[in-house]
RNA sequence: GGGAGCUUAGCUCAGCUGGUUAGAGCGCCUGCCUUACAAGCAGGAGGUCACAGGUUCGAGCCCUGUAGCUCCCACCA
């Protein structure tokens, strides 16, 4: 047997056991239809990315799904991959051209500044991927996927094609959310609102007829340079006489109509509104509805263009300052107002985004969101917690037009071909080599990529070979459960649910697991400008992966946030410690070799079994409906409360005595608990169970534990605790006297439950301190001169301590006891007199009640006949 | 403007479909190096479960309302 040092080491421990399940291959997973498959696949983080407390979490959880299906018999398998992240890796990428070579991607041009962003892929990819291992996925890394892979890349092409052939895509002049800085245009869900305190100016528009004027209202005073119309409420009576005439736009002298339209609110402002139809969704609207013109005044890279006149080449926040300066030199300006408003920033490089009308391809999305609500409505995908769903419905049934191109260069490049002479828009599977609708070979490539989510989205089957009808996606899909954070619902979820629904037929997973955010100590999200980060590497590093585990999956719940604390870790790693000794104790007192439980048991071993089955039956409920965090926290109970402060210390005396039925029971309860633990703690429940004599070839793939009715025992396990309660009893008097554990008594004991209390003395010479034990019936008479008397519920016990005897504090104390005793019972005894409880609850409840005041009742008697005992 | 969540011990949080005298970790107090572990052991203090009503035999949990905090969504200039 192998010997373990004193302290637990993670660090030396958790390399040499990951690299053993790798070389055994226990991660990887083959179709086997005499199994029942398990499976998830794991968000791809970033290419660009390093391993966050969040990836931690994420990873965590899934691996504890996987573990434990996969222990339970299930073929459990758990994909990996990585994203290529367009704007993100694209951006590094560039900058690091700019820093290192001074170059822009222009000046290497697309294909060249590709094979960069691929070369970097290679250098920096696989970084992440190592990260994972630390944290102790056990994830199929034979299967690990690239967004932007061969296999993945022919899933995009086949899936906009096909949408594409149905009406689906579309390509339009829409306004959409353009990034000034990243230079692309955005989806909705990639603009943040950000509430930013600025003005509302009020400017005077002349009219025409020089009969007045109209003054509108806006917090964007640069936009007036696109103005093309004033919109006004046509029920406003203060201004529907205005309708049809035509002002003079300030500073530009351009005549723009005044137009009725009822998206203007009465009240609101000044009332009326400038309308600038390229730069304003809703003022796109209103001029459509008006036909009014589209000037658009911002270029791409947000700063004004040639139709801005004077104002041409300034930057857009520039050229507000000029503008609003030049209004009010010249009499425009009517007045300012403090205003804060919503401000859509980037999500990536959170400079505020300019919505602006520009051509892009369109995923249309009503019709791709009425399956994706039924699966969720009808519970074919399930959120846990449940309130998610109410998040994604709300979403999906208000799903605008999805914007997929972006003016990227790193990522998939739309499958559309321009026809030179036609204009003809061509988009096939394979790439045409001439125009479908004229046969010009004249043919120019859609330069833009799609969105990042658009492959993302594909993922639950793009990664098991879809298109192709493959073995794995009839075997693995629909996949189990999707692991992820609250934060990424929209970005990805509901697009890996559409994408399901209309490509497979079928729902991508049945179980989406929502976590939330680790934050910091004081509950701020962690990040970069703030510095607060914590990288779990270093505390993997410091406390162990088992113990970053455990602290990320317990106390908190479901959906929830939750703060991060080191001292947690340490509690944590404490409790590594705390395993790693029990098992070296048990360990350094195996003479037995086998694993198997003895014939004869005695009562301990048989309280201990009956609490170690209802773990086993409470722990796989919580885990079955994903209550990890409860699951963990029972077996930290067990393991520390039950196995260690009591099992083994009242193991203690038989070791010594050299009983080997009780090698075999602590043996046969540690590796019970090993196996529990393992999901979530598998580098230090592998390691000590390799240690140990074990019939199973790894613990990683060891059965998980179940309930049995063999090991059942109901009555032992309330015997039981009756000598618990009075060990406990003694060690409380003792203490409150401040008797030190070294200065031994004798115990005489007398219960009315004397089966259970026999054979039980040498337990209370090692937990009670007791010199010797006596043991009698109920009617025994014990106490009196020169004993201190211990009353629990099941027994008095008289302790020979006379010099700590002082009759009066004795006598104050036990008639306080009795006082609160007889309270409580006072309270139980109501409880059972009130004839609608006794009637209307579960019979279990009413005996649990009775069963209690049953117990009050013996330690009221207890404690009046040592009261009535004493002299 | 909608929607969601939170409010439980000094701190951070559990408490699963209503059923003991409401729990954990850390912190605090007392005593112990008891031959697995001082990263430990034993004992202990500490909570009117935000507030007000209601339903129920029974409410931290369900319902209604109030207050405070947080987040998400939404085209109000």
Redesign the pocket.
């Known amino acids: 047997m192998k010997e373990l040092p ?3 080491d993670p660090k030396e421990v958790e390399s040499k056991i990951y690299d053993m399940w790798m070389e055994k291959g226990y991660f990887h997973a083959e179709r086997d239809e005499s199994k029942k498959p398990f499976s998830i696949v794991m968000p791809p983080p970033n290419v660009t990315g390093q391993l966050h407390m969040g990836h931690a979490l994420d990873c965590t959880l899934q691996d504890i799904l996987t573990r434990y299906k996969r222990m339970q018999g299930y073929n459990a398998m758990w994909l990996p991959g990585v994203d290529h992240a367009g704007i993100a890796t694209q951006i590094k990428v560039e900058e690091e051209l700019r820093v290192k070579e001074g170059l822009t991607r222009y000046d290497l041009g697309r294909e060249k500044f590709l094979e960069r962003v691929w070369a970097w892929k290679e250098m920096y990819g696989s970084r992440i991927v190592e990260q994972q291992k630390k944290m102790g996925v056990s994830c199929d890394w034979e299967r690990s996927r690239f967004t932007m892979d061969d296999v993945c890349a022919k899933a995009v092409r086949e899936a906009f094609v096909s949408l594409y052939e149905k009406g689906l895509i579309y390509k339009g002049s829409r306004i959409i959310n353009w990034c000034p800085h990243c230079l692309t245009a955005l989806s ?2 990639e ?3 950000v509430d930013k305190p600025g003005h ?1 100016w009020h400017i005077r528009y002349p009219l025409s007829d020089g009969s007045g004027e109209i003054v ?5 005073p640069e936009t007036m340079l696109g103005d093309t119309g004033v ?1 006004v ?1 046509p029920e406003d009576d203060k201004h529907k006489h205005l309708i049809g005439k035509t002002c003079i736009l300030p500073l530009v002298g351009r005549e723009i109509p005044i137009v009725g339209d009822e ?12 309308m600038t139809p390229a730069h ?3 003022d796109f ?1 209103v001029g459509l509805r008006h036909n009014l013109e589209v000037i658009r005044v911002i270029a791409d890279n947000g700063t004004i263009n040639e139709n801005g006149g004077a104002y041409e080449g300034l930057d857009r926040y520039e050229c507000r300052k000029k503008i609003v300066e030049d209004l009010e030199r010249e009499g425009y300006l009517v007045k300012v107002e403090d ?1 804060s ?2 401000v859509g920033t980037c999500y990536r490089c959170h400079n505020d985004v300019e919505p602006l009308i520009s051509a892009q391809w369109f995923v249309k999305m009503k019709p791709l969101a009425k399956d994706a609500i039924r699966v969720v409505e009808d519970g074919t995908v399930k959120y846990i917690p449940e ?2 769903s ?2 994604y419905l ?2 999906m049934n ?1 799903v ?1 037009d999805w914007c997929i191109s972006r003016q990227l260069w790193w990522g998939h490049q739309i499958p559309a071909w321009y026809c030179d002479d036609c204009n003809h828009i061509n988009v096939s599977r394979e790439d045409p080599t001439k125009c479908e609708k004229c046969g010009s070979t004249h043919l120019t490539r859609e330069e833009d990529v799609l969105d990042t989510w658009f492959s993302s989205a594909l993922w639950p089957f793009s990664t098991l070979g879809w298109p192709d009808k493959t073995e794995d996606l009839d075997y693995f899909y629909p996949t189990s459960v999707l692991v992820t954070g ?2 990424i619902i ?1 970005f990805w979820v509901s697009r890996m649910i559409f994408s399901g629904m209309e490509h497979m037929k079928k729902q991508p997973f049945d179980k989406v697991f929502i976590h939330g955010i680790v ?1 910091d ?1 004081l ?1 701020r999200k962690m990040s970069k400008s703030l510095g607060n980060g914590i990288d779990p590497l270093v505390i993997a590093d410091k406390y162990g992966a088992d113990a970053l585990r455990f602290n990320l999956i ?10 991060f ?1 080191e ?2 870790c ?2 944590m ?6 395993i790693w ?2 098992s ?2 048990v360990m ?2 195996l003479t037995v070799t086998e694993n198997k439980l003895p014939e004869k048991l005695e009562l301990p071993d048989k309280w201990v079994l009956s609490k170690l089955n209802t773990l086993a039956k ?1 722990v796989t ?2 885990l079955d ?1 994903y ?1 990890l ?2 699951a963990a ?1 029972k077996i ?2 067990f393991i ?2 039950t196995f ?3 099992y ?2 009242l193991s ?1 005396p038989r070791l ?1 005595a050299g009983d080997e039925d009780v090698q075999h029971v602590l043996l046969y309860v540690l590796t019970e608990i090993l196996k529990l633990l393992h999901p979530f703690m598998p580098f230090i429940t592998e390691e000590i169970y390799d240690a140990l004599p074990h019939n199973e070839e790894a613990l990683i793939i060891a059965k998980f534990p179940e309930y049995t009715d063999a090991l059942s025992f109901p009555t032992e396990e309330r015997d039981f605790e009756m000598v618990m309660e009075s060990i ?1 009893a003694i ?2 008097r ?3 006297m ?5 200065k031994k008594a004798k115990v005489i004991v007398s219960t009315a439950y004397p089966e259970a209390f026999k054979g039980t003395e040498m337990y209370f010479e090692r ?1 009670a301190s007791a010199s010797e034990v006596d043991i009698f019936g109920a009617d025994a008479d014990i106490g009196g001169d020169g004993y201190v008397v211990i009353n629990s519920a099941y027994a008095k016990m008289a302790l020979p301590m006379a010099e700590l005897v002082d009759l009066d504090k004795e006598r104050a104390r036990i008639e306080q006891e009795l006082k609160k ?1 007889r309270g ?1 019972l006072e ?2 005894e109501r ?1 059972l007199a ?1 004839e ?2 006794v009637s ?3 019979e279990a ?1 009413v005996q ?2 009775r069963d ?1 005041a049953e ?2 009742r013996a330690l009221i008697k207890n404690l009046e006949e040592t009261l009535a005992g004493l002299k």
């Open positions: 004193k302290i637990y909705d869900a603009v943040e609102y509302l509108v209202a806006t917090t964007r919109a409420n998206y203007c609110e009465i009240g609101f402002g000044t009332g009326a509104v400038k304003d969704p809703n609207e205003y408003h919503n309130r998610f109410k998040t709300n979403w208000n605008h609250y934060d929209f934050r100590s509950g317990t106390g908190n719940s479901p959906g929830n946030d939750m703060r604390y001292e947690k340490e509690a790693r404490n409790f590594c410690n705390k000794n029990a070296r104790f350094m007192n409470e409920d919580n409906s209550e965090g409860v926290q930290y109970d520390w409360d260690c402060d009591w083994i210390e203690k010594q406990s060690r409380s003792r203490a409150e401040n008797v030190p554990p070294s937990l005793n409580f309270n139980q409880k009130n609608s409880f209307r609850a579960p409840v649990v009640e209690r117990k009050l």
